[in-house]
């Protein structure tokens, strides 16, 4: 049986000889995969080793590289990878909220890595997924990977009951971060909350509700901006549906994936280089 | 212009005489009320007094009670509170993501509190909202603050730039947090996620997707189980709205609020009980 979550008994930041012994513990199963996962249940750990090329490692923020299409003999790139088998495991984290050990290794690049064996280093969630063109030229898979912190603040009197005690803890994590910006509102307001993809207006007891959605997502490693050319009004359906591929847009508005067309504000400027971004790192096929 | 998240100047931990000076440094302006705020713009800063009977102080999380139907000459609650103006704009936080500050006061009954003045503690996030009947006895409206914790880990190696990090800091933050949990799955595959209101399937480049909606919710204060008979199919649509009290469910699975009823498979049992709860906290009128 897959576990997810933290291993019983396997502390954050316990170290291991070789792959053997970390497949021993539980904690990283195979003995040559990066992504121990299947494409039912997801991802429940990930070796990083220095195999890819494409890899940042900040820490606390990983850009990880997908599976697949690498040559067995030079260990290049020599086709594109696409999101299935370990890469689709990745993807259901990102969608369900699964959280993924990560496991660094020696022969990882990176600072923190430690200098011999392997270390185990916690819980990461996805935080999004994409496609874009790798060092190599080929398509490559990303994965953007943020550590879960789990201990209160100091300054907590009397820990409430929290989700995070009982025995499921480990199953149980976040997901679907939706930041809100200075700009969101006004392009929310500009459509009077109405969903430029299907026209719907949710109705809440505290008012009408849409959600902001950058086309080019905001921080790294996408940077794109918080500037009104970036942001369109969704319902949470067409918004989890443009985050996760489901659709995307052409330059004259057309959908892409979808019947129609965006509707847009004459007053509403939307950047094509935006889009583009959009079309090449989140659409089905580039 | 009311200034949402901190104050440029005034880090957390800042100590203040009393509400006059707490206002003439901009956070907090009202010099009697205990929400800041605009039920067009949300809710920008609260103070902890002790008023409410109702509250409770955990520190990083905070049960805050509403405004609005308390005597002016014996402080006890006369009667039912209303989800407008300063209540309505805490609400708005909430589904928007927009950070309050929170001061807590000399008068205010937690062992964290100062001892004489006021003091800034940082910004929290609006993470639920829901009605309830007070110690009185009167409907009272009560909001669960989360802290904002902005520092990242000290493992971290280059800090990537991130969205935290520019001028526009202040607005942004986090909305939505779902959990999902061991459980949430078997539901979503019980109805080959599909909505049991709207019968709509979420298609993704990675799949289908819905979004598990537990019916009295987890956690504190509410508490409610992980369980089979407490957790919906619903569509992000639907699961907002569920959230946001835009419709709740009869005990013989007839929508409130909306039209129709909610589809069920015959195996799936829902219990009564939660969706009482649910009507109760979160129906639009009990």
Redesign the interface.
Known sequence: MRVFGHVVGIPEGSEFENRYTLSQYGVHRPLQAGISGSQDEGADSIVLSGGYEDDK?????IIYTGHGGRSQVTGLQVADQK?TRQN?AL??N?????PVRVIRGYKHT???SPKEGYRYDGLYRVDSYWQEQGLSGFVIWRFRLE?I?EQ??T?????????YENS?RI????????????L??SVKEMYNFECQVCQ?R??????L?AEAAHIQP????H?GP?SIDNILCL???H???FD???FSIADDLTLIGLEGGLYKEPKHFINPRYLQYHREHFA?KI
Do not use: W
């Open positions: 490692d900040y820490g606390d923020v999101l689709l993807a259901l990102c969608q369900r909220g699964t990176s600072p923190i550590k912190h209160l603040a300054d907590t009197v009397e820990e409430p009951p929290s989700i499921e199953e149980i994590t976040i997901q679907r971060i939706m930041r809100d910006t200075k969101a509102l719907i949710i109705l809440t007891n505290a008012g509700y905001l921080g790294m490693p940077n918080d319902c949470p359906n918004h989890v549906m996760f591929g489901g089905d």
